[in-house]
């Protein structure tokens, strides 16, 4: 699959390491002479972070071009993204430009946040053939995306866009009527309205604001948003309830949401300042890695109950290529190390190198058939003893493996021996583990049933011929 991306900014360079990192070619056109070191920026971010989200490699990454024309870059392309500046005359002269070079059967999706899509179709050759697919920086991470079709826009389009979409990772949103700004730039823009008067009537500062939303509603809103989390406040009585309660205060004289302060210099001094102290100790850069990093760990925490964001997180990593093993071993770890993984001297603590044994152990499981479903049934495997060797550094982005070999399989006991390696295919640590075959109604050890005993002979079978690890049965300070 192969993505065009017309405008290099931080929007379009984040569309770009969202496709490129997902597998798909990628071509860029943007006449900025800085495009391909700003994108450079982008992508550098990206690498870092994305990967991190997952317990499962990604797709390799795939090819990136700079293209000294646009025709050049949608030539031949499925999908293009628009992210040109927020001019109309400037988005229809390049959306024309887009159309007399691309395939028919190309998605032009534009970033705009303020645009409908019947504005960007005006005068269009195809207006079937384009959309407004609004993202949220960093598209990288950030899995939202508004898809805003018009009556122009037939239901195959939106289908095929969405499915897309929902192949890289993110949700599609398709908004179900067009509306200058579409639905969460109106939501935002209200929120920085009022923002704009409290720190004009020098009521608070922008950090002030800022930490009412992010030790405050924020989380609330990351993983329920503004309806679901008014519902809880309703308690067991519910949203009516709550409605019941505080509707009456929406007419009490609280907000100017339809009155915006004046723009003037001493207010937009006084902004600028209060940013200044706030943030400036830190570089645009510094910043980034920072959101990120704390992006990752809020992602990621949905993820456990796949919950909000978390959920399409869950939902993509599913449909991410399983470990396999190549010349009779059994890969069952396939990743990189995110960076809260790492401890004060720059790399992988133990406390993850357990982890990613654990996360071997359960891949294991999974294709000797004691899956979640066998689990629901009553049946497990427990860990009743770890030894784990720790034999190099592995450091934060680093892709990682798991080679897993089976020991013994007979009866309840099950003996598992990982080898972790890392990118220089050097053996970075090794964890032994014996775990026993359990019924979860009494507690208590019993034997597997017959479709995993069979499984686990054919795996014994195939480990035989392996090399015999010279880590095997080694015990705590053992001498090389």
């Known amino acids: 699959m192969k993505a065009a991306v017309v405008g290099g900014g931080v929007i379009g360079g984040g569309w770009a390491a969202r496709f490129l990192l997902n597998g798909w070619e990628v071509a860029v056109f943007d006449p900025d002479p800085e495009a391909e070191r700003k994108i450079g920026a982008v992508l550098a971010n990206a690498r870092r972070s994305l ?83 609004h993202p949220f920086n960093p598209v990288y991470l950030l899995p939202l995306v508004e898809v805003v079709p018009s009556p122009a826009n037939g239901e195959d389009i939106r289908a095929r866009c969405s499915d897309l979409l929902a192949g890289i990772g993110m949700k599609p949103l398709v908004v179900r009527k067009e509306i200058d700004a579409h639905i969460a730039d109106r939501l935002l823009e209200a929120v920085w309205r009022e923002a704009l008067w409290l720190v004009r009537d020098g009521i608070a500062t922008t950090e002030e604001i800022d930490d009412a939303i992010r030790f405050g509603f924020g989380l609330r809103w990351a993983q329920m948003g503004l309806f679901e989390t008014y519902r809880m406040a309703g308690g067991e009585a519910g949203m009516r309830h709550f409605i019941g309660q505080f509707g009456p205060a929406l007419k009490w004289p609280w907000t100017k949401l339809t009155d915006v302060p004046e723009l003037t210099d001493e207010l937009v001094d006084r902004i600028a300042a209060q940013s ?119 450091m934060a982005g680093e892709r990682i493996k798991v080679a897993t070999q089976v020991v013994a399989g007979d ?64 015990f705590v300070g053992q001498r090389p």
């Open 276 to 394: 200044d102290a706030q943030s400036g100790r830190h570089s645009i850069r510094e910043l980034e890695a920072i959101r990120d990093d704390n992006l990752v760990a809020i992602l990621r925490a949905l993820k456990t109950n796949a919950w909000g964001a978390g959920e399409t997180l869950s939902r993509h990593e599913a449909s991410l290529a399983a470990p396999h093993g190549a010349n009779g071993s059994t890969l069952t770890v396939d990743r990189q190390v995110p960076q809260s993984w790492t401890d004060y001297n720059g790399h992988m603590n133990e406390a993850h190198y357990l982890e990613v044994f654990a996360q071997a152990s359960d891949r294991f499981m999974e294709l000797i058939g004691a899956d979640a479903d066998y689990i629901a049934g009553g049946h497990s495997y427990f860990t009743v003893e770890t030894h784990l060797r720790h034999l190099g550094e592995v």
């Open 51 to 133: 990967p991190a989200l997952y317990d499962r490699a990604l797709p390799a990454e795939g090819t990136l071009r700079f293209c000294a024309s646009l025709a050049e870059a949608v030539d031949s392309a499925d999908w293009v993204q628009e992210s040109v500046p927020e001019r109309i005359e400037l988005k229809h002269r390049t959306l024309a430009e887009i159309q007399a070079a691309v395939p028919e059967h190309a998605v032009i999706g534009s970033s705009t946040s303020g645009f409908t899509p019947s504005q960007l179709q005006d005068g269009a050759t195809r207006p079937a053939q384009l959309l407004v697919c």
């Open 411 to 474: 009866g309840k006991k099950l003996h598992l021996f990982h080898q972790l390696t890392g990118e220089n295919g050097e053996p970075a640590a090794t964890g032994e583990h014996l775990l026993l075959h359990v019924d979860l109604e009494t507690r208590r050890s019993s034997p597997p049933g017959r479709r995993i005993s069979e499984s686990l002979l054919h795996y014994l079978g195939e480990h035989s011929r392996l090399p015999k690890s010279e880590g095997i049965g080694r």
